[in-house]
């Protein structure tokens, strides 16, 4: 057991793996993984006010306006179980208001993972993903399908996963990926994201160690 709680933040394009890659992280390191799109998808599911403000921007496939996500993901992190336990931040910041917001609130992270996986690969993962309602597992009809025909049957595609939306999430990164990355240059790792994602964990595991030794 650690002494002190391990704070992450991982980053990178649409379908990059963050989602698939916290599920491993957040089991390894008992961290509260925290998605920013889990949190507003859910806001838009439950119909409040949060929602209602998110609902036309996620559907085209843009950011939602920093007011909107700022002030949640602040409170969010302030609560007993993350500051406690640590946490993952999936998915925040994305821009560079998102960034300065954390670091005025005295939020600071022991390391900042970056995948990378170039563009013509996120597009085919993109449409052949589908999530699981009851579990909440992610998967991919072709890289890594349902176990059996009882999960096939219920799986669910995102609204936002399409070929057309996608190029919009594609661009909204591009253009703020840089501005965020120049945030954490000293906690920055970047991890090749385009493996086969047990290898992609591997790395995971090792840099999060490596980052956090001094903690242990
Ligand atoms: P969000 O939910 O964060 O979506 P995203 O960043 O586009 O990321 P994804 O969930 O699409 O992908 P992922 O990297 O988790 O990949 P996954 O593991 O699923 O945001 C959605 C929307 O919410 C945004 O567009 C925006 O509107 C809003 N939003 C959220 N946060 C915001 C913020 N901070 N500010 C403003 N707006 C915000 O993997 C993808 C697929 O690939 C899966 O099928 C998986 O099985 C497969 N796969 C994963 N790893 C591998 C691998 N190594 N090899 C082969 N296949 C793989």
Redesign the pocket.
Known sequence: TRLHAVNIIIA?A????????CEIIKEKFGVVHL????M?RAAVAAGTEVGKKAKD??DS????PDEV?IGIVKDRLMEEDCQKMGWLLD?????QA?AKALEEAGVSADCFLFLDVPDEVLVE??V??RTDPVTGK???MT??PPEDEEIASRLEQRS?DTEEKVKV?LEQFHTNVDAVKDSYTEIMVAID?N???SV?SATITETIEKMTASKA
């Open positions: 990178g649409p379908a990059s793996g963050k989602g698939t890659q998605s920013t799109g889990d507003l921007f996620m496939g843009k950011l939602v996500i998915g925040f910041p994305r821009t998102q993962r993109v052949g993903r992610i998967y991919h890289f890594s936002d999430r994201g493996q086969h994602p992609v």
